[in-house]
C-alpha cells in the first residue's frame, strides 16, 4: 500500500499525471470527432501542459522550500535531478512534435502559449504589483478551463483541417462548450479545498466568493448539467455512454472521497485521473458496443 501511495505522489507531483489528462483529453476528442489520431498533437500536448505546471512551480518556489507546509514542495525541490530530466525530456519532445505540426497550428499553439503563460507569469500589473491572471478575481477557474479547452479540442480541429479533414462547425462549438463546462467541474473542487490558503493570499476564487457549501453543491449541479450536454451531443451513442459513466464517477468520488475526506491533500487528484478515465470509459463503451454487435 505504501509502494502504490509512493507512485501515486510521484505521478501527481512531478505533474505527469495531469500531462497524461491533457494527452487522453486529445485523444477523447479525436474519438469524439471520429478522426484518425495525430500522434505529434497528442505528444505536443502532454510535453506542453507537463513544462507548464512545472514552470508554474519553478516560479512559486519558496526561499526555504524545507520549511514549506506543503508536502509536495518539499518533494520536488528536494528531488531537483528528477525533476530536471523529466523536463529536459519533455523540452526534447515538444521540439519533435513542433517540427511536425503545419505552420497554421504553430500560430495557433502560440496563442494558446501566451493564454497559458498569463496564468503563471506575472504579465499584469495591479496595484502597483506585477500579477498573473490566476490573481485577477474570479477568473482563476475559467481561465483554466478556457485554456484546456482551445488546447485538447481547439488544437485538434485546426490541425485536422490543416490535413483537409473536416469537423462540422456545430459540433466543434458543441464539444468546445462541454468541455469547458466538465473542466470546471473538476477544477472547483482545487479551489475549494484551497480555500484557506487562498484567502491568506489575498486571492479572489468562486468558492470563497459563494461560500464553501454552496460552490460544493454548484459541482453537482455542473456534473448533471454536463450529462444533459452529452445526451445532446453529435457524436456516437457509446460515446455519450463512456461520458455519462465518467460524470456519475465523478459526482460519486465528491460525495465519498474529496467532499467527505478535505483534509487529504491527494484526494483532489482523483479528479486529474478522472481526464483519463474519461477516456478509458469511452473506449471501454465502444468495445463493449462492438462484442455485442459481433
Known amino acids: 500500500m505504501k509502494k502504490l501511495e509512493q507512485i501515486w505522489k510521484f505521478f501527481v507531483f512531478t505533474n505527469l499525471l495531469i500531462a497524461s489528462a491533457a494527452a487522453a483529453q486529445v485523444l477523447l ?5 471520429h478522426l484518425s489520431y495525430n500522434l505529434y498533437i497528442v505528444l505536443l500536448e502532454f510535453a506542453a501542459t507537463l513544462l507548464l505546471y ?5 516560479i512559486s518556489k519558496p526561499k526555504d522550500y524545507k520549511q514549506s507546509p506543503y508536502e509536495r514542495t518539499r518533494w520536488i525541490f528536494g528531488k531537483m535531478p528528477i525533476f530536471w530530466i523529466i523536463n529536459v525530456l519533455a523540452i526534447l519532445l515538444l521540439l519533435y512534435a513542433l517540427a ?3 505552420f497554421q497550428t504553430l500560430l495557433y499553439l502560440g496563442f494558446i502559449g501566451v493564454l497559458s503563460l498569463a496564468y503563471a507569469l506575472p504579465l499584469l500589473k495591479i496595484k502597483g504589483q506585477w500579477k498573473s491572471f490566476r490573481h485577477l478575481p474570479y477568473i482563476k477557474v475559467f481561465h483554466i478551463a478556457l485554456i484546456w479547452s482551445l ?6 480541429y485546426v490541425e485536422s483541417v490543416n490535413n483537409l479533414e473536416n469537423i462540422a462547425w456545430g459540433s466543434l462549438l458543441y464539444l468546445l462548450s462541454c468541455k469547458f463546462l466538465f473542466i470546471l467541474l473538476v477544477t472547483i473542487p482545487f479551489d475549494i479545498r484551497d480555500m484557506k490558503q487562498d484567502s491568506y493570499y489575498h486571492l479572489k476564487t468562486v468558492p470563497l466568493a459563494l461560500g464553501e457549501i454552496r460552490a460544493k453543491y454548484l459541482c453537482y449541479v455542473l456534473g448533471i448539467l454536463h450529462i444533459l450536454l452529452v445526451l445532446a ?5 457509446e460515446i455519450k455512454i463512456g461520458l455519462i459513466l465518467c460524470d456519475i464517477l465523478v459526482l460519486l468520488i465528491f460525495k465519498t472521497k474529496i467532499f467527505k475526506e478535505q483534509n487529504n491533500f491527494l484526494n483532489v487528484y482523483l479528479l486529474d485521473l478522472l481526464l483519463v ?4 470509459l469511452c473506449l471501454f463503451s465502444i468495445e463493449v458496443a462492438n462484442n455485442l454487435i459481433r
Not at 451531443?233 to 451513442?237: A, Q
Open 233 to 237: 451531443m453529435p457524436t456516437s451513442t
Open 277 to 280: 478515465g474519461q477516456y478509458a
Open 151 to 156: 488546447s485538447t479540442v481547439g488544437l485538434v
Open 54 to 58: 512545472n514552470l508554474s512551480i519553478w
Open 100 to 102: 511536425q505540426i503545419h
Open 29 to 33: 476528442s479525436y474519438e469524439i470527432f
